[in-house]
């Protein structure tokens, strides 16, 4: 398994608040990911990166922002966190784009109440 | 939005039993991914098929690809209770991103 860890795992903030939830890859990936999961949406894309300091938008990025500073890190903050920013967020890496394999962290399972 | 959609969203079969579901998506793909979703954990990739195949195998499961269509469809083979589990299929085109759909929660009983 690639070793793609997120932090924290679970966390409960109150709205308005910023927060910052942590991908950490050693896969030495380019390409990395932040998804949102929520119940009859499936994945969406927040942001993606196809290097260090080379991000992009995704289908939900509204209420987002990312860095990526080092290869290994890709940081993804809710300025201030709303109830409707409640879900399971996703890390992903992978070695090149797309179009091959990527893996997937454990999931960080935010509530904004 | 690309994003693909399965179906069914929900399927539930006897252990032995073929298993199949469906994705369609709404704009040209390089690509098209299945992963697959244990409760509670992170996606797991299955298998990978590209706009100019077909058919590929791996294992138990069988994927197709029909382009003009926009669709594919995973095919798993005398399921097992442990192919208990969320499947997604994923499709990319020229740019960087990796659009998931909405899933199938697959329920195979023993």
């Known amino acids: 398994d690639a070793g793609i860890t997120q932090s924290p795992r679970h966390k409960v903030t109150e709205t308005g608040t910023p927060v910052t939830l942590r991908c950490h890859q050693t896969?030495?990936?380019?390409?990395m990911y932040w998804y949102r999961q929520d119940p009859g949406h499936g994945l969406r894309l927040i942001h993606y990166?196809?290097?260090?300091?080379?991000?992009d938008k995704g289908e939900v990025s509204d209420g987002y922002s990312v860095s990526r500073s080092k290869t290994e890190d890709f940081l993804l903050t809710l300025e201030s966190a709303t109830s409707s920013q409640t879900s399971v967020y996703f890390c992903?890496?992978?070695?090149?784009?797309?179009?091959?394999?990527?893996?997937f962290g454990e999931g960080s399972w935010l509530t904004v109440v | 939005s690309q994003q693909g959609e399965e179906d069914p969203q929900a399927l539930s079969i006897q252990e032995g039993e073929n298993a199949t579901m469906n994705c369609s998506y709404k704009?040209?793909?390089?690509?098209l991914q299945w992963y697959r979703q244990n409760s509670g954990r992170g996606l797991v990739h299955l298998i990978l098929?590209?706009?100019?195949?077909r058919e590929k195998h791996s294992g138990r499961l069988r994927v197709t690809l029909d382009t003009s269509k926009k669709s594919s469809s995973l095919l798993i083979t005398a399921s097992r209770a442990a192919d208990t589990a969320s499947y997604f299929c994923?499709?990319?085109?020229?740019?960087?991103?990796?659009?998931f759909g909405t899933g199938t929660r697959l329920q195979v009983f023993p």
């Open positions: 990166s196809y290097g260090v300091k080379d991000t």
């Open positions: 992903a890496s992978g070695i090149q784009g797309p179009g091959n394999t990527i893996y």
């Open positions: 994923a499709t990319d085109d020229n740019t960087d991103k990796l659009i």
């Open positions: 098929i590209r706009s100019n195949e």
């Open positions: 704009t040209s793909i390089n690509n």
């Open positions: 896969e030495n990936h380019r390409y």
